[in-house]
């Protein structure tokens, strides 16, 4: 621990009340995507955050709401790199929570709001580390970038283009990246990349409105129809039929690889919380299980719809089925490209009258295990935890990492302080006032960190 | 026909409004078997009816809504059957109702009301048959039996346990069974036999809520688990692959296909009603439309829900999958039977985990075509209409048949005035004033022919 740092972590912890206020004051502030709601009255409250700290934040369009971007000079050469977002998921079930989501009611040291774990929590820390640095210091030990996006809940629509515009803006040494958890007496969690993701809608019309089921001794069936194109998708023992779609798929290194054993994944935990009986195939070993959660791609079905969907028993033959199906991507998979194989699969099948729609898609990302960023993350949480992180070399999970980071090969790490029980997406989303304050401290370790190489 | 029939048939146009008047009150009482509402007072209203024809009705209790019973004397030792239920379906969706369903509004000749055509028509019309009968020949050309059961609607879960604790009551020499159709200038359509009917829900569950979608990697999905469970129970040609499925089917008789060239059934027509681009495999020949719509058994998907029900995407890992499943019976085909052939080909499956519960089922039902009360029926439509009938050996449906008239191999045929159009079970359900008093006339002519043998 260096001198200096030292003296911004005891400036933290001196100003601890005033940045928790800044927090739930973002909190207060409703900011939905999906309606508009508070966005533009969400980017004001952010930019004059912003100016606090010294810098006027620019405001750069997209085809939806604009990116919030600041660049703060530091020390060093090196380049923090900053990716939040500004937005919030929706409040419903509103009934199901026990205080006004925009309230950001304290009780018991733990901060209620929708938002201030995902991520009104991790933009604010970014904002305080820079707050503190300047203050404590007098000075930034390495320049600082801010792209905080307002989209992210609605899936990143426009991040793509905005990342291929301005392909200088996103440029830095390393992304520290919204999300991360950290248990309370955990390791504290380093996430180096994301896998990908295809969404896409199969529906299969054949009339147009339900029928006596009388007549399904003649007339299709568009559920059964549907059934057997899934089924020739994907077989009993999970292995995914479609032609060409393990292909591409860059397998995991020895390195990659070399990280499972230590990985905080704890399988009979992660049962409990999911309440299933069993993983798939009964596997309980945790390297099988992980390699499976990051490493192998997924035909998972997130919804089917068709026919009655009332109680009880209605004798109706259906005239539409539908299915929402996500792909979880690896390495090397183009989401537009499997998304072909998909359509191909089904016409050589006899398909042609399944509707295949695509939703959206994200291609996987690994960061540079090598790189001088992800030492930086690894070394300073070491330095600051005293004990080893837990470096994960993917999620299971997906986020537009690739948009930002994959042309130039730049590094993104998702650290926090959050625990995976915030209830983020969920009613009363939370988390405790002190977690907060160690994320903007675990911001400024990495910080002086980078600084140094 | 006979001078006395003609006597009741001008007797019946003399008192047309009184009758149309009787079955718009009737109509005027909702009857909900489902809710219990106005049952009370229907079977009261239906009492009431009865005797003013001069009997006393008998309330036969069962495990829900009783039976109306009553015995009718004629000079002929044979006994005319009538089945029909006071129940009614629901109105839902009320909103897409012209007029208030209970108001029986009559707009242009044609009365709007719930249950007007299914089937508190046809059970007006028995008892304005033997009302017409009576008053105009001062007696009744054959004995007479009412039984008028009050869950019809909610699939007879008692009807079964009354016949069989009164087989004296139920005997008769065949019975009019409610529904049957005849379009305005069609033929007279006469159907002497039902398709059976097993109702099943089949359920996989395998957690206690949703998940991130991210855990399918590791965690069982249900959707995709009842997919393939449904997949190895039916193949893309619509064969069902359940062992012994098809083993006790008694094929159609030679007789019974006999009946198909004159069926009135018209490929194109249904087609176009149904809104189907084509009927399953291209089948276009009316013969083979008709051998599989009366003789194949079904497994017909009703409804299938899982997982995400909503608009758009969400990456969600159900917890859930359910189907329900109704089949087609055929005769030779128990219900129980197939039943316990589905499970037993689950198991054989290894698709123990997949639930299967056991709705209503009913046997298929065929009537003897060389019977007094078939001939009669068939007879004495052909002189009222001077025309042929179309005889359907039997229907696409299901009708609980099976528990009045296998045991004493009893007939049972539907014929009416009604159209296909009705809109039974929907919102503005409707009888045109000419065919409820064309359906009084038919049930007189053939209460005369059968009288004669």
């Not at 040494?173 to 919204?178: I, K, L, N, S, T």
């Not at 109706?316 to 490209?337: N, Q, T, W």
Request: aromatic letters at 8%.
């Amino acid at each position: 621990m260096t001198e200096r740092l030292q003296k911004v972590l005891d400036y933290i912890d001196a100003h601890r009340e005033e940045y928790i206020e800044e927090l739930c004051r973002l909190c207060r502030q409703p900011s939905l995507a999906g309606t508009g709601e508070g966005i533009p009255e969400t980017i004001e409250l952010v930019r004059e955050q912003i100016r606090k700290i010294g810098v006027e934040p620019e405001l750069i369009p997209t085809d939806g709401n604009p990116v919030i971007y600041a660049e703060l000079e530091g020390e060093s050469d090196r380049v923090y790199g900053c990716y939040d977002h500004y937005d919030v998921q929706p409040v419903d079930p509103i009934d199901q929570w026990e205080s006004d989501p925009f309230a950001a009611e304290i009780r018991d040291g733990v901060i209620y709001a929708r938002g201030v774990a995902d991520n009104k929590d991790g933009l604010m820390t970014r904002i305080c580390a820079v707050d503190a640095w300047k203050k404590a210091c007098g000075t930034l030990p390495c320049h600082v970038k801010f792209v905080f996006e307002g989209e992210e809940e609605i899936g990143s629509p426009n991040l793509r283009a905005f990342a291929d515009a301005h392909p200088d803006l996103i440029q830095c040494d390393g992304y520290v990246w919204e999300g991360g958890e950290k248990e309370k007496d955990g390791p504290c969690e380093v996430t180096m990349g994301v896998k990908g993701l295809l969404y896409v809608y199969m529906k299969v019309k054949t009339a147009p409105r339900d029928a006596h089921s009388m007549y399904a001794a003649i007339a299709p069936n568009p559920a059964w129809r549907l059934i057997h194109a899934l089924a020739s998708m994907k077989n009993e023992k999970g292995e995914i039929l479609i032609d060409g779609f393990y292909d591409d798929i860059i397998p995991p290194s020895e390195t990659d690889l070399s990280y499972l054993d230590a990985d905080p994944f704890n399988p009979e935990g992660i049962r409990e919380y999911l309440g299933v009986g069993a993983f798939i195939g009964g596997e309980t070993d945790k390297k099988k299980l992980l390699y499976d959660l990051y490493f192998r791609p997924t035909c998972n079905i997130c919804g089917f719809t068709s026919g009655f969907q009332g109680d009880g028993s209605k004798t109706v033959l259906p005239s539409e089925a539908s299915v929402k199906i996500d792909f979880r991507l690896v390495p090397g998979m183009d989401p537009d490209h499997i998304f072909d194989l998909v359509r191909a699969h089904l016409d050589r099948h006899g398909f042609t009258d399944v509707e295949l729609i695509k939703g959206s898609g994200e291609p996987a990302f690994r960061s540079n295990l090598e790189a001088p960023f992800t030492k930086a993350i690894i070394n300073g949480l070491e330095k600051l935890y005293n004990h080893p992180v837990a470096l994960k070399v993917s999620s299971g999970g997906t986020s537009p990492m690739h948009a930002f980071c994959h042309k130039a090969d730049i590094p993104a790490g998702m650290f926090g302080a959050s625990s995976a029980t915030a209830n983020i997406h969920a009613p009363n989303e939370h988390l405790a006032c002190d977690a907060f304050i160690e994320m903007i401290k675990i911001n400024c370790a990495v910080m002086e960190e980078l600084s140094q190489y």
